[in-house]
């Protein structure tokens, strides 16, 4: 929730969740509370984007590859908009993401630190980013593992049997 919203968007809560707010807050939600069929119901307007909605998704890259190009002095790659180089130090830094997830490299930890610090800064105000730096990573359902000098391995074996798992058994 870190972009403000461009377009007027309504969501709604229902059920549990209406409830919820109502015994939060019931001055405040009380009034707002209509019933579809039994459920209890609250329209809102949105003054942020919302995680999740494609409008929130489409604003944070916005957001996001302008700080990147204009404050931190990255260029975006031409063939994917979700890829940014700089060389710093001699030596290719390359940011790439997907929505809010970010895997950044470079050869020197210390030229990661600077990047995650300035990254930090302007988008770690509500909540800290979390930073991962280990040998293996999770990264979209893909296991990145480093663990061998000079190569990645990666594969989706975990995701996969998650989702097999999550199929119903008819499939």
């Not at 509370?33 to 949105?46: D, Q, R, S, W």
Request: with cysteine; net charge negative.
């Amino acid at each position: 929730m870190q972009a403000d919203i461009d377009e007027f968007v309504h969501i709604r809560f229902e059920g549990d969740i209406a409830e919820l707010l109502v015994q939060v807050n019931p001055k405040r939600y009380s009034p707002y509370v209509t019933y579809e069929g039994k459920k209890p119901t609250i329209y809102a307007a949105l003054k942020k984007a919302l995680y999740g909605t494609l409008q929130e998704a489409m604003l944070f890259w916005k957001e996001l590859s302008e700080y990147i190009v204009n404050e931190l002095g990255f260029v975006i790659n031409q063939h994917d908009k979700c890829v940014a180089n700089k060389i710093i130090d001699g030596q290719q830094c390359t940011i790439l993401w997907h929505v809010d997830d970010l895997k950044i490299s470079h050869v020197d930890p210390s030229v990661l630190q600077s990047v995650l610090k300035q990254l930090n800064h302007r988008f770690g105000k509500e909540q800290p980013l979390t930073v991962s730096e280990c040998k293996v990573h999770e990264y979209l359902g893909m296991r990145l593992d480093y663990s061998v000098k000079g190569r990645v391995s990666i594969d989706m074996f975990d995701f996969i049997d998650r989702t097999l798992e999550e199929l119903p058994n008819d499939l």
